[in-house]
């Protein structure tokens, strides 16, 4: 069953940091591409950051680069989102999402609102 967990999420000031994990299972890990979306109220669904199966290449939305690091541990089957300078238009569901082929899996979400 492949499953994929995010968690990390919160409440927090304009300014401040967060770190997002998605642990996954039921997958191998390592031959997927892992992407972190988000979705702000009432927009659609953006691609926030990208990260090879490796590791050896990122990509960022033009938005998050220089404030957003995504990594991956392939041991721990987990990716992370690192967060900083966080602004209030960075407020979103942030997803996780594994990619290899036709196959595509996502997770339910965590909620992050920026705000004072």
């Known amino acids: 069953q492949v499953q994929l967990v995010e968690s990390g999420g919160g409440l927090v000031q304009p300014g401040g940091s967060l770190r997002l994990s998605c642990a996954t299972s039921?997958?191998?890990?390592?031959?997927?591409?892992m992407r972190w979306y988000r979705q702000a109220p009432g927009k659609e669904r953006e691609l926030a950051a990208g990260?090879?199966?490796?590791?050896?290449?990122?990509s960022y939305a033009v938005s998050v680069k220089g404030r957003f690091t995504i990594s991956r541990d392939n041991a721990k089957n987990t990716v992370y989102l690192q967060m900083n300078s966080l602004k209030p238009e960075d407020t979103a569901v942030y997803y996780c999402?594994?990619?290899?082929?036709?196959?595509?899996?996502w997770g339910q979400g965590t909620q992050v609102t920026v705000s004072s």
């Open positions: 999402n594994a990619l290899f082929g036709v196959h595509d899996f």
């Open positions: 039921g997958f191998t890990f390592s031959r997927y591409a």
């Open positions: 990260i090879t199966t490796t590791g050896e290449f990122t």
